[in-house]
């Protein structure tokens, strides 16, 4: 599966300058020092429960990168 680079709280807000684009929060993390040096991709799955539903609300994202 990979490494959990960061687990806690989500608190998106609207960015000043843009408030008709989706809120959003920007995470830095650090990458494990085992992690093979080049091409790679990173991962994103996001689960969350919105209101009263009791569906959660499921999204995964990704993109490439080059780890140095």
Known sequence: ???ILHNGPFDPKEHPLT???QP???FTVELP???P???AQ???YHVA???ESFVPFNET???SVFVK
Do not use: A, C, F, S
Request: hydrophobic content about 40%; aromatic content about 4%; proline content about 4%.
């Open 42 to 44: 990173l991962n994103v």
């Open 33 to 35: 020092e085992d992690l």
């Open 61 to 63: 994202l990704r993109t």
């Open 49 to 51: 429960l919105i209101g």
């Open 24 to 26: 959003y929060q920007n």
């Open 37 to 39: 040096k080049g091409k």
């Open 1 to 3: 599966m990979g490494h």
């Open 19 to 21: 408030p008709l684009i």
